[in-house]
């Protein structure tokens, strides 16, 4: 697929310059403006945890196509990559409240409910990867 | 005193310059941000560059930083490449290189390439440096600008005041934001603030957060938040989210809350019945 971007976290800026390519290719696939601040937020909130957790990380930015019931649906594919300390217990942080840093822990339970497809790895000590993808319907 | 290699640069002056500018027209401004600018412009520049480096030849090098340091402004105001300015300025060093080997036997070209290079290091120097210095201050100017603009605090009835939020929440800003919020209560002593957030192009739970505890804050010193200019489309995030902003107040447009501050503050604003007749209008 040609439309793919790749946006490193270093700093605060990393956060801004990744939504701001959310918010660009979301809008070039076809997604509505509610949809687009999903996908903005959702992706605000995987850079912040990377900004937040981790010395470093990327956020990968796909357009993606699947064949459904009703014909070829086209979707964004949002992935979130650290070597950071990884997380300990992932059910925890699945839960909302919880969280490490003294925020709202409304971060990644709130990413699952703005996108469609959800998808966590993580291994302590060598980092996480979080997948998430949203259709265009 | 001034070595052989600049001596011998300027004695073929106007013969390396003819050879820079037949090459170094591709380098130079192959970049869009470049291309874009009307071709006099370019060629402004272009000769501008080669006097830069020719005339500075027999400056000494206080006098030519001050002419390098007027070109490095000119490249920054008007959003010039230096990448490609620094890359034209070593094919300029192949040119002279492959003269002098032409001119010099083996031994005296090494001397004197090491001389070529001396001089061009220090020009690149002083040019990159000057202009890294220009946008270091261009920076620091544009930080203090946006400082001024980041969070004012707007007096609209008495005891009623407004911030208008614009643009992106960072930490630094939201520290900010909290401490303009909490002095500018005590001095226009504000019973209820109006947060408007319609200019702040997504919400996510730092930014909520944020918000939250500066709302702790004011109601701490005795005041009212009220959240305003909530977008459709950033309610749903928050919902999605499950951000409880239920502590709240908040009304979708800043007109609406003037209105329940208004009313909070046990005020009212009235129609008069008839305008007033008499006085200057007979």
């Known amino acids: ?137 | 005193m001034r070595s052989i290699v600049l001596q011998h640069m300027i004695d073929n002056k106007d013969h390396y310059i003819e050879q820079w500018r037949v090459s170094f027209g591709e380098l130079l401004f192959s970049r869009s941000e470049s291309t874009i600018k009307p071709q006099y412009i370019q060629d402004e520049m272009k000769e501008e560059f080669v006097s830069v480096i020719f005339d500075t030849l027999t400056m000494d090098r206080h006098s030519r930083r001050a002419v390098v340091k007027r070109f490095a402004e000119r490249l920054i105001h008007d959003g010039w490449v230096v990448s490609e300015f620094i890359m034209s300025l070593q094919r300029l060093r192949r040119i002279v290189m492959k003269d002098l080997s032409n001119h010099y036997d083996k031994e005296k070209f090494v001397d004197l390439s090491g001389e070529l290079e001396d001089w061009l290091d220090e020009q690149i120097t002083d040019l990159t440096t000057e202009f890294a210095k220009n946008h270091e201050e261009v920076k620091a100017i544009q930080n203090v600008a946006l400082k001024e603009l980041s969070a004012p605090l707007i007096p609209v009835f008495d005891k009623i005041v407004v911030m208008p939020l614009i643009g992106t929440i960072d930490t630094k800003r939201a520290s900010q934001i909290m401490e303009n919020l909490l002095d500018g209560i005590i001095e226009h002593r504000a019973q209820v603030v109006l947060i408007d957030i319609t200019g702040v192009p997504l919400v996510d739970t730092m930014v909520a957060h944020h918000i939250i505890r500066a709302s702790e804050a004011v109601r701490l010193v005795g005041a009212e938040c009220l959240l305003v200019g909530i977008r459709p489309e950033i309610a749903q995030t928050i919902v999605n989210l499950g951000i409880d902003l239920g502590n709240f107040t908040t009304k979708s447009t800043l007109k609406k809350g003037v209105e329940a501050a208004l009313q909070m503050t046990h005020r009212d604003i009235i129609t008069n019945e008839e305008p007033v007749t008499g006085g200057g209008l007979n």
């Open chain 1, 1 to 137: 697929m040609s439309n793919h971007s790749c946006i490193e976290i270093a700093n605060e800026w990393g956060i801004v310059s990744a939504r701001q390519a959310g918010r660009e290719l979301s809008k070039e696939i076809g997604f509505g403006s509610v949809d687009q601040a999903r996908i903005t937020t959702a992706i605000s909130e995987l850079a912040r945890n990377i900004y937040l957790y981790t010395e470093i990380g990327k956020i990968d930015l796909e357009e993606i196509s699947d064949n459904h019931k009703n014909g070829k649906v086209r979707g964004i594919k949002v992935v979130a990559s650290d070597k950071g300390p990884g997380i300990e217990n992932l059910r925890d942080v699945m839960i909302d409240g919880f969280t490490t840093s003294g925020g709202l822990g409304a971060g990644l339970p709130g990413v699952k409910r703005l996108m469609d497809e959800f998808d966590i790895e993580s291994i302590p000590g060598e980092g996480t990867t979080i997948t998430t993808i949203k259709w265009l319907r």
